[in-house]
């Protein structure tokens, strides 16, 4: 059973249009992360949340966002997509932050589609 | 700052042969964790294998073993008696402390494996 849920698999939206990705996990971790991952490149953290603690890199556009408005769920938000954008965009998991309990824990991703 | 390098962008193995994939990694940090994750066409990530870096003996996982090399910062995975299951793109990823201790994973650019039957 998947453990880590993204919702929808394929995501088609317009140039400037906003759209959100989900996630939802039913392993009851404490940490969930964003990456961007384009063709023929490594994936790329955006951001992740410990708890309700939003921790952003340094190097993350200001058009995405992101909310975990509980435990089970986090969302990402991308205010004006762009041609750029388009890519596949994973969410993960982990129970928390110490040695032996940070393995990450994937979805399979939800492609995006910018027109 | 840290990197991660897969220099194969793509490998073939004839089933049940042997097949090495490479990495290397650059860092000034003495401690962290090496991390091999597969992801199957069109299905999530998954963890193959992970060494910690003050353990000088190789991890083992059934068919998958890695040959780490601390002071080279090499890190290679060999998979043994192939399988067509083994086909998928295979990332090396190297976890470092981030903000907040939250260990910040950073990822090579992959080796997709195909499996020839």
């Known amino acids: 059973d998947a453990m880590v849920i993204q919702n929808p698999r394929y995501q088609v939206t317009q140039f400037g249009k906003p759209v959100t990705l989900s996630c939802s996990q039913t392993?009851?971790?404490?940490?969930m992360y964003w990456y961007q991952q384009k063709s023929s490149q490594a994936p790329k953290l955006l951001f992740h949340?410990?708890?309700?603690?939003?921790?952003n890199e340094a190097d993350t556009p200001d058009n995405f966002q992101s909310r975990r408005p509980n435990t089970s769920f986090c969302f990402l938000d991308i205010r004006s997509p762009g041609l750029g954008d388009a890519a596949m965009y994973l969410c993960?998991?982990?129970?928390?932050?110490?040695?032996?309990?940070?393995?990450?824990?994937f979805g399979a991703g939800t492609r995006l589609s910018v027109l | 700052a840290q990197t991660v390098t897969q220099s194969q962008p793509e490998m073939s193995v004839q089933e049940a042969e042997t097949v090495t994939l490479s990495c290397t990694y650059d860092t000034s940090e003495s401690d962290y964790y090496l991390f091999w994750y597969k992801q199957p066409p069109s299905r999530q990530m998954i963890l193959v294998i992970r060494?910690?870096?003050?353990?000088?003996q190789n991890a083992t996982e059934n068919r998958f073993s890695v040959n780490f090399q601390k002071a080279a910062k090499s890190f290679s995975l060999k998979i043994s008696d192939s399988q067509l299951g083994d086909a998928a793109m295979y990332f090396c990823?190297?976890?470092?402390?981030?903000?907040?201790?939250?260990?910040?994973?950073?990822f090579g650019t992959g080796t997709r494996l195909k499996v020839l039957a």
């Open positions: 060494q910690e870096a003050y353990k000088q």
């Open positions: 392993l009851n971790h404490n940490v």
């Open positions: 949340y410990y708890d309700k603690d939003f921790n």
């Open positions: 990823a190297y976890r470092s402390p981030g903000p907040s201790g939250t260990y910040k994973y950073i």
């Open positions: 993960a998991t982990s129970r928390d932050r110490g040695e032996g309990k940070n393995i990450q824990y």
